[in-house]
């Protein structure tokens, strides 16, 4: 099994910067693909972004192209989401997702097996 943490979210204003974190916990995820969702009051949660397991590829929501970042550091078993230039529309409850498979790209959340239980980011205007 596979215990997901995520922390760093918080309260900034529009165009501001945070950097989440997703420790993981209970075994490597050095051979897992690892992925960051989002959920907004009311809406469906949707895919942000997904690393490889060795971190070479790397695919992204287009709404979040260019402003987000996923790395890892597997010495460290946690992944990261560096969040830039943000805005209210990216306010919701930020979740991070980990699967054994490292086949192609993952944008949905049953692909994944592993959830955290979601760190909050609110962006006010």
């Known amino acids: 099994q596979v215990q997901l943490e995520e922390s760093g979210g918080g309260l900034v204003q529009a165009g501001g910067s945070l950097r989440l974190s997703c420790r993981a916990s209970g075994r490597s995820i050095v051979y897992y693909t690892m992925g960051w969702f989002r959920q907004a009051p009311g809406k469906e949660r949707e895919f942000v972004a997904q690393i490889s397991w060795s971190g070479v590829s790397t695919y992204y929501a287009d709404s979040v192209e260019g402003r987000f970042t996923i790395t890892r550091d597997n010495a460290k078993n946690t992944v990261y989401l560096q969040v830039n230039s943000l805005r209210p529309e990216d306010t919701a409850v930020y979740y991070c997702?980990?699967?054994?498979?490292?086949?192609?790209?993952?944008?949905?959340?049953?692909?994944?097996?592993?959830w955290g239980q979601g760190t909050q980011v609110t962006v006010s205007s």
């Open positions: 997702a980990a699967d054994g498979s490292t086949v192609g790209a993952k944008m949905i959340p049953n692909e994944y097996a592993y």
